[in-house]
């Protein structure tokens, strides 16, 4: 359930004040980290784990239908891009990022990478990495009962 207390948590920490563990944190420059429940947070106020659940409903079997299984994942990639982040968060997460970048967005994990020009564009940026984890390639490495783990996701300004 949603609460009126949620909305002071912050979508965006900066590096020097992140607890959390981190691969390899980015030396000299400004970088924050969005956390992991801000992923968990827009999966389940969209209700995107019931709607991407009944996207890949009969896909895996026996034999897998390799076609059927990309429409599927393209289909999830969709709902993931055409969802929306609270506002407050959004607002928030704009707000605490300079008005200037590059930005670079990526998962502490490495893999993909992100650019944004700007603060409105990291958010964008970051809706594509969630998205990202809806590709065939994902979607098959994690089989017919995966779903991805939230995690947290780095955003360093360079230039």
Known sequence: MFHDGDLA???????????????APPEGAEA??????VEEE????????????????GVWGVRVDEDRLARAA???RALVRGSYLVSERAEAFTAALPPAG?????????????????PLEALWALKRLWAARWSLDEVIARGPDGWPEPAPVVVERRG
């Open 102 to 118: 590059p930005f670079v967005l990526r998962r502490p994990k490495g893999g993909r990478e992100e650019e944004a020009e700007g």
């Open 32 to 37: 924050w980290v969005v956390p992991a429940w």
């Open 9 to 23: 948590l912050r979508p965006l920490v900066p590096l020097a004040a992140w607890e959390g563990e981190l691969d």
């Open 74 to 76: 393209e289909k999830a």
């Open 42 to 57: 827009f999966y389940r106020l969209n209700n995107l784990r019931f709607q991407i659940g009944r996207v890949f409903e």
